[in-house]
C-alpha cells in the first residue's frame, strides 16, 4: 500500500511570492494535517481537514491556508512569503478522527524562501 | 497551552548502552501518546503509541516506553542501543475529546547518536 506522498519534494521561492504545496494521503485515509518542522520550533500543527472541511488550525498567520478535495487530497497555501517560512512541511493522514488512530507522515516539502 | 518537553536534545551513546529518552507533557485530561522516530533522510516513523489499557508499550525495533500518568510521563527505552538507532526521536500527544482525537503536538525532538 503506498504511503503519503507529498509532492514537490524541494522549493525554492522568493520573498513575497506564494506557493502551493501537494499531499496525497494513504488510500482510504480522510484526514490529512500538514506541520512545519524547523530546527527551532520543531514540529508545529497548522491545520488537519477531513472530509474537505478545515477541523482545527494551528496558530499561524491568515497567510497558511488549505484546502482538501472530494479525492482526499490535500493542498496548503503560503502567501506573500517570508524568510522565516523556510522550513519543512509535513503531511500526515489518518483513516479517522476517532481516538485511537495514528497519523503516517509523508517525506516532507523542504521550503526555502530566499 | 498545552506541551510536550524533552530532556535531552542530544545524547551519544556507544553500542550495546542502554537508552532512555525521558518526555513530560502538560495537559489533565485524556491523553493518546506516541513516539515517532526520523532516521537521517528519511520521513517520520510511528516507533510505538499508546492509547490505553497496560501502560508498558512495546513498539518496533525493540523500544518501549512506559506512561506514568502521575507524572505526566511517556519515557522511551531500548536494553541496548545498535549504531543503526541513529536518529532524532520525537515524543507526541494527541488531546482525547471523548473519543474525537486532537492534532499531535510534539516535543522539540532528541538526537541520539550511536558511537560504533
Known amino acids: 500500500k503506498a504511503g503519503v506522498t507529498q509532492t514537490p519534494r524541494y522549493l525554492i521561492k522568493t520573498r513575497g511570492q506564494q506557493v502551493t504545496l501537494s499531499c496525497s494521503p494513504i488510500?482510504?485515509?480522510?484526514?490529512v494535517s500538514w506541520y512545519q518542522q524547523t530546527p527551532g520550533q520543531g514540529l508545529q500543527f497548522l491545520f488537519e481537514?477531513?472530509?474537505?472541511?478545515?477541523?482545527n488550525k494551528g496558530n499561524f498567520p491568515g497567510r497558511f491556508s488549505g484546502r482538501q478535495f472530494s479525492n482526499s487530497r490535500s493542498e496548503m497555501n503560503v502567501s506573500t512569503l517570508e524568510l522565516g517560512d523556510s522550513a519543512l512541511y509535513l503531511c500526515?493522514?489518518?483513516?479517522?478522527?476517532?481516538?485511537?488512530?495514528?497519523?503516517?507522515f509523508g517525506p516532507g516539502t523542504r521550503l526555502t524562501v530566499l | 497551552a498545552q506541551s510536550v518537553s524533552q530532556h535531552n536534545h542530544h545524547v551519544i551513546l556507544s553500542e550495546a548502552a542502554s537508552l532512555e529518552l525521558g518526555c513530560n507533557y502538560s495537559?489533565?485530561?485524556?491523553?493518546?501518546l506516541f513516539w515517532y522516530v526520523q532516521y537521517p533522510g528519511q520521513h517520520l516513523q510511528l516507533l510505538l503509541k499508546y492509547f490505553s489499557g497496560d501502560p508498558l508499550v512495546k513498539g518496533i525495533k525493540g523500544f518501549e516506553a512506559e506512561f506514568i500518568k502521575s507524572k505526566f510521563s511517556f519515557n522511551l527505552r531500548k536494553p541496548s542501543v545498535q549504531w543503526s538507532d541513529t536518529a532524532e526521536y520525537f515524543c507526541?500527544?494527541?488531546?482525547?475529546?471523548?473519543?474525537?482525537?486532537?492534532?499531535?503536538?510534539f516535543g522539540k525532538g532528541t538526537k541520539l547518536s550511536v558511537k560504533p
Open positions: 500526515a493522514s489518518q483513516r479517522r478522527l476517532d481516538a485511537y488512530n495514528e497519523q503516517f
Open positions: 507526541a500527544v494527541a488531546l482525547d475529546y471523548g473519543g474525537s482525537q486532537g492534532n499531535l503536538i
Open positions: 495537559y489533565g485530561g485524556t491523553v493518546n
Open positions: 488510500s482510504g485515509h480522510r484526514s
Open positions: 481537514y477531513f472530509s474537505e472541511t478545515q477541523r
